[in-house]
């Protein structure tokens, strides 16, 4: 399954030259395209944050808290080598730009990484219009590493941010409501609200007015449970789709905050007749089963189809469904970071 079976890189190869292939061994690259070791510069990473890229001179180094190291570009494009070799660039800033010209060519490249496969965009919106068509949605990371250890703080602010920043409840409304629903969970830090800083990125890029949210709930699948009556807490009606790498999410009890708030919550396990299809995919060349490499995608598309969408603190991916996919989906511009 090769990148361009996601996404459409026509535009992207019209304008730089691409090469795939699924050997990156020394002799591949020197029996095929000529470049030995000495005509190779590595980069070499000990951290995942270890080298950022910027276009400009900067007086402290490197000019963010995440990243370890920074690399002028010119430094890169003054090596005499033909290949520069370089370990990850995940991370949603890890280009740190201020050239106009460099800032557009991120932007095409980076819009047109919104996932395009027909066969995910059909299923993908058979599961919106099961939605409802206008939804919330929330891309929830829990697994691993730092978002598993702070796991409970990213869910309360997820919670938050879905209350006060998309529904519009007061500060004061949405901690009240949270005292009410988990008065089993008051604690010290949750005795005020948690602090939301604002996205900047995504403010200098503002969208259009949202169209208001219908007035009640309109699914096709039942609603897990019972509906709210009370009037100021009938926007709670609204679905939500949650994306999250939860083994279990319909029973993890980090996400019960979001099943007992919205009675309308849904998981992408909850429409496998919906993602049927995909179980007949197949990979051309090994003839291995797709359909368990394309759900995290499909996962994130529906989210991303969302009314409205928040997405975990720190995650590059929550990023990438808010910046990219929501922004696409919708015919908006796309947020850059860095």
Partial sequence: MCREWLV??????????????????????????????NDTYALK??????????????????????????????????RPERLIQLGTLFGSSRLHLRNAQNTLVRKHVRQNMAFTNPYLLRTATTIRDALGGLYLGAHIRLGDGLFQENARANVRLTWWKLLHFALKFSKADTLALEQRLFSHDVSAEFSSPPHIALDIPALRVPHPTLDPLPGSATPSLACPGALHTEVHLLPLNTPLF?????LYPRSDPLLARFRQTFPC??????????????????????????????LPFLDAMVVGRAWEVVGTEGSTFSAFVQDVLWRTYHGWDIVQRG
């Fill in 8 to 37: 459409d890189l026509t535009d992207i190869k019209s304008e730089q030259n691409l090469l795939q292939f699924w050997n990156f061994t020394d002799s591949w690259l020197e029996d095929r395209l000529g470049i030995d070791s």
């Fill in 45 to 78: 990473d000990c951290d995942r944050n270890h080298y950022m890229f910027q276009d400009f001179k900067s007086y402290s180094s490197p000019p963010s808290r995440k990243y370890l190291q920074s690399v002028h570009l010119s430094t890169l494009a003054q």
């Fill in 242 to 246: 949650i994306s999250t790498d939860a």
């Fill in 265 to 294: 919550t849904f998981f992408l396990a909850d429409f496998s007749a919906h993602t049927r299809a995909l179980d007949a995919l197949l990979n051309g060349i090994d003839g291995v089963t797709l359909a368990p490499f394309l």
